[in-house]
């Protein structure tokens, strides 16, 4: 069911200048741009193979569990940050539980496979997202709107290419295709009545809360966070290509060792042989 917003109800305007969303996008645009493509390009690569869209789950995982249980640590307190927090927050945000019961699905419901990150980038983003929002809460205003708005852009997009995905899926036995879809896809969908709707709703109240209640030097920290979050998710995405080109340069090159070391060896029998044969000639002289 849709519903219909005023449009005099719809703010911050595009042409608003002074709205941080807008000044987040426009000093973005390009780092944005930059891994829109390579998020489109990987992600058309990770369908091809369960195991590498697996491994990118897995990163947001660790990436939304560190920005929610930063959230839910400022929102537990009383502070000048906490009421601006509140304002944006909304429960139907949140991802780490969805993307839990996703990964739950990918590894046999055997969350010790996936409970901690093993890639040093990962690690080293994740670990500056609890200490840099610990110290200054409010840069988690960067993350409200780059991770969350990039879901609300993107995520029925990728359901829809992911519904289309020949093989990403395991069978299951006596359960659909769509039923097993609608398992593994939990991250990409978010639960509300109309996502257009709240989409603007949550770009509205982001305005509202972050217009008056923040400095001009904090506004520009934020801005300034903004451009990493985008930078450390495309440092992220290359981890995970880097790590199976290595393990495929590892597989390729095991094979050609082994299939080197056979080789070697059937060209040492053929010399015994052919030696064997020259000292039986000279014998028979």
């Known amino acids: 069911m849709s519903t219909k917003i005023p449009q005099q109800e719809i703010i911050p305007l595009r042409t608003d200048l002074a709205a941080l969303g807008n000044r987040i996008n426009a000093e973005t645009r390009n780092a944005h741009n930059k891994i829109d493509k390579m998020m489109t390009l990987k992600f058309a690569l990770a369908l091809r193979d369960p195991k590498i869209y697996r491994q990118g789950i897995q990163m947001y995982y660790h990436i939304f569990s560190a920005i929610e249980e930063s959230l839910d640590r400022e929102l537990a307190k009383e502070t000048p940050w906490t009421s601006i927090l509140k304002q944006v927050y909304k429960p139907t945000i949140r991802r780490s539980e969805r993307l839990y019961k996703d990964l739950l699905f990918y590894y046999d419901n055997d969350p010790k496979k996936f409970a901690e990150p093993i890639m040093p980038e990962q690690i080293r983003f994740i670990r500056h997202i609890k200490e840099s929002t610990a110290e200054k809460p409010y840069l988690l205003l960067a993350y409200m709107h780059v991770m969350y708005l990039a879901l609300f852009a993107g995520g029925r997009i990728f359901r829809s290419k992911l519904a289309k995905a020949v093989g990403l899926f395991p069978q299951v036995v006596g359960k659909t295709t769509e039923e097993i879809s609608l398992e593994a896809t939990n991250f990409f969908r978010f639960e509300c009545e109309d996502e257009d709707a709240f989409r603007?709703?949550?770009?509205?109240?982001?305005?509202?809360?972050?217009?008056?209640?923040?400095?001009?030097?904090?506004?520009?920290?934020?801005?300034?966070?903004?451009?990493?979050?985008?930078?450390?998710?495309?440092?992220?995405?290359?981890?995970?290509?880097?790590?199976?080109?290595?393990?495929?340069?590892?597989?390729?090159?095991?094979?050609?060792?082994?299939?080197?070391?056979?080789?070697?060896?059937?060209?040492?029998?053929?010399?015994?042989?052919?030696?064997?044969?020259?000292?039986?000639s000279k014998m028979l002289l």
């Open 200 to 280: 603007i709703v949550y770009k509205r109240d982001y305005e509202l809360a972050t217009r008056n209640n923040l400095t001009e030097t904090e506004k520009q920290e934020i801005i300034k966070e903004s451009q990493l979050v985008f930078e450390e998710n495309a440092t992220c995405v290359k981890e995970i290509e880097s790590h199976n080109l290595r393990r495929l340069q590892e597989k390729i090159l095991y094979k050609v060792a082994t299939k080197g070391y056979y080789v070697v060896l059937a060209v040492l029998i053929l010399l015994a042989v052919f030696l064997l044969k020259t000292i039986a």
